[in-house]
């Protein structure tokens, strides 16, 4: 029995060196010095009063060097944000030097070094800003359905927007084009869209995330008018026939009782050397958001004195 109890005191006593062991080979293990990667985001902070002229890179690749131990505790992760205000200076050259200083006090990292940061050396330049408003500026074409007519003027809300940067960038900035686009989803009688704002220049920040365009429609329906032919009397014109002709229109429902005949021009232009019998009529002016269909008759006869 007493051989039994030494064999089972030596069985823990090998167990626990064996603890021991691995305990010292991977504390020495930690100890060695180590290398890893960490990709993290920049913002770049421009001085009070101040825009950055060129945009920046938005992320920062580091190659840290540390004991196990200090690597284990890292707290710099990849996509953590590194925040930074520059000083008041026109240009600031950040060495790879001097970014590794400053992101590992950014972020209280101690025991271990950055070796590398890439891109790197960065050269920021700032100038004064500059804030001001300016109109936006969009060509809409419309798909107009069937038996409909546009009745109304494209609305654009906000129809301005603020920018803010480099003073000398805002500056040359008269109005915000948005291009092209064409308007073809229908809902309560208005051709829709909303379309997003896109920063066309890195360096200048904008007020709106979007624009919505609207462009009103109604049903068109025909209106017939009859019209005075109208002259200039200084040519040698006896009479003409027709003294009237009828205009067809295409008109939006909402605008039919505003088209008279007081409202529209029919003219021809005489010839009097060669004195043609018949002259072709023309309307001066369709009014807004109508369409002409045709004019009856289409030519008027000219009696010359």
């Not at 938005?58 to 505790?73: E, M, P, Q, V």
């Not at 969009?138 to 927007?161: E, F, N």
């Not at 040698?236 to 021009?265: E, M, R």
Request: proline letters at 7%.
């Amino acid at each position: 029995m007493k051989w039994y109890k030494n064999i089972h005191r030596d069985k823990k006593a090998l167990i626990i060196s064996m603890i021991l062991s691995l305990l010292i080979w991977a504390s020495l293990q930690m100890s060695k010095s180590r290398m890893v990667e960490r990709v993290i985001e920049t913002r770049l902070v421009p001085h009070t009063g101040y825009a950055l002229v060129r945009n920046y890179p938005n992320k920062l690749t580091l190659r840290i060097s540390g004991s196990g131990w200090h690597l284990l505790a890292l707290n710099i992760k990849n996509s953590d944000t590194w925040e930074y205000t520059l000083p008041k200076r026109s240009e600031i050259i950040l060495s790879e030097r001097i970014l590794g200083d400053l992101i590992r006090k950014s972020f209280n990292s101690k025991g271990i070094s950055i070796v590398s940061v890439t891109p790197s050396p960065l050269v920021l330049h700032q100038e004064k800003e500059r804030t001001k408003t300016v109109p936006i500026s969009v060509k809409v074409k419309a798909k107009v359905p069937r038996k409909y007519l546009v009745s109304g003027p494209v609305s654009i809300l906000p129809d301005s927007i603020t920018i803010n940067g480099p003073k000398e960038q805002v500056e040359q900035i008269k109005q915000w084009e948005l291009g092209e686009y064409t308007l073809s989803n229908l809902k309560n009688q208005m051709l829709q869209a909303d379309i997003p704002l896109s920063k066309s220049i890195p360096e200048v920040n904008i007020s709106a995330d979007s624009v919505h365009l609207s462009l009103p429609i109604e049903e068109a329906t025909e209106k017939q008018v009859m019209v005075p032919i109208s002259f200039d009397t200084t040519y040698p014109i006896a009479k003409i026939f027709p003294n009237k002709a009828q205009v067809i229109l295409l008109t939006p429902l909402g605008k039919y009782d505003n088209i008279t005949s007081d409202k529209l021009h029919l003219l021809f232009f005489p010839d009097s050397i060669n004195r043609y019998p018949t002259y072709p009529l023309i309307l001066s002016d369709t009014p807004k958001y109508c369409r002409h269909i045709r004019t009856i008759p289409e030519y008027v006869e000219v009696y010359f004195k």
